[in-house]
Nanobody, 124 residues
Framework: QVRLVESGGGSVQAGGSLRLSCVASKFNVSQYCVGWFRQTPGSEREMVARIGRYGFTAYADSVNGRFTISKDNAKNTLYLQMNNLTPEDTDKYYC??????????????????WGQGTQVTVSS
């Protein structure tokens, strides 16, 4: 079965950095669009960043310039480097994968496989 397992979340002070990882199994991150979403309880899941097979990347306006999405094909792992974190970045972050090489839209409904999430908490 396809599995996406996130790690790297935690608590950090504003201005700090975290690096999230998503290890995929039974799914090749080099072949498909993969991305990161975040969600607080009771809210809609928000696209943070996504990356396609051929290098296309897209970011939410709120994180553009601070976050960087990347992947290590040899390790079959997706990453999200988060710099200059703010309390507004506090959320549960999810790794997700689409079923296309080219990235679809930014909606959560455009992604098929999901991890269980990792919590990021940023204090002021």
């Amino acid at each position: 079965q396809v599995r996406l397992v996130e790690s790297g979340g935690g608590s950090v002070q504003a201005g700090g950095s975290l690096r999230l990882s998503c290890v995929a199994s039974k799914f090749n991150v080099s072949q498909y669009c993969v991305g990161w979403f975040r969600q607080t309880p009771g809210s809609e899941r928000e696209m943070v960043a996504r990356i396609g097979r051929y290098g296309f990347t897209a970011y939410a306006d709120s994180v553009n310039g601070r976050f960087t999405i990347s992947k290590d094909n040899a390790k079959n792992t997706l990453y999200l480097q988060m710099n200059n974190l703010t309390p507004e970045d506090t959320d549960k972050y999810y790794c997700a994968a689409a079923l296309s090489t080219a990235c679809p839209g930014s909606r959560a409904a455009d992604f098929y496989y999901w991890g269980q999430g990792t919590q990021v908490t940023v204090s002021s």
